[in-house]
């Protein structure tokens, strides 16, 4: 009973250590910058609840599905969210994001001030393992500096704003 115990304890050791050995072999970017880290979906659900937790809207907290899904986007990812402001004649800044200056940003585009806002977490696509660099994915907007899958675009519709995701 008592080999039992041990052969199976051992056998189970070494199928663990083979997985990690294969998914070692799989991924040679580091643990953290590997796709399949099982880490990956408690730091990803901890980093929302924080978000939720700072009273950020839901939202701009999906946004942090939108970005490579590794252990390093999560990590180097900020805790919060940002406003870029791109002005009629095309000049641009970018703030933090709080709700007071989102609505401020809403008033401004529709009496014309800006030409549109983009509200993001990352505004450069980090790359996991064996994905390409920021600037060569096809939603980079170099003039803008974001990659556009990655924000909310709001624009004027005439009498309204409309909020949406980048494509």
Known sequence: MRVAQIFSSL????????GVAAQTTKCTCGPDFCPSDPRYPAKLAAKKASMVNH?????????????????ARIERAPDGFSLKLVKSDSSSSTIAW??????LARKELLNGTLKAYY???VSRALSCC?????????????SLELNLKLVIVCSNDGN??????GQ
Not at 160 to 165: A, D, F, L, N, R
């Open 55 to 71: 009273g950020y809207p839901t939202d701009l907290i999906a946004l942090m599905d939108k970005d490579g899904a590794c252990v």
């Open 11 to 18: 056998l189970t050791v070494i199928l663990v250590a083979a």
């Open 98 to 103: 709080t709700q007071d200056d989102e609505t």
């Open 130 to 142: 064996e994905e390409p660099r920021y600037d060569k994915r096809s939603d980079w907007d170099a």
């Open 160 to 165: 309204s704003v409309t909020c949406k995701p």
């Open 119 to 121: 509200k993001f977490n």
